[in-house]
């Protein structure tokens, strides 16, 4: 379970073009930039409650290293 003071919804964008909305838990940070930019952060993101088009998982996990972009969303 996710603890909701970690919590942050966001969208990312991977190389391939599709793009991923969810939540991620961004553990100690207070900002989805500074866990995105962080050395200690895991390889992969576990996206919780995602939506991308043609999947309709409920958990996606993402490579660090196909992220183009990331945004927070409200």
């Not at 995602?50 to 660090?64: E, L």
Request: charge should be neutral.
């Amino acid at each position: 379970m996710i603890d909701a003071s970690n919590k942050t919804k966001l969208a990312v964008c991977l190389s391939d073009g599709t793009t991923v909305k969810g939540s991620l838990n961004i553990r100690k940070y207070n900002r989805l930039s500074d866990y995105l930019n962080s050395q200690d952060a895991d390889h992969f993101l576990t996206i919780y409650d995602a939506s991308m088009p043609g999947s309709t998982d409920k958990v996606v996990i993402i490579n660090r290293e196909h992220i183009v972009w990331a945004t927070p969303e409200k």
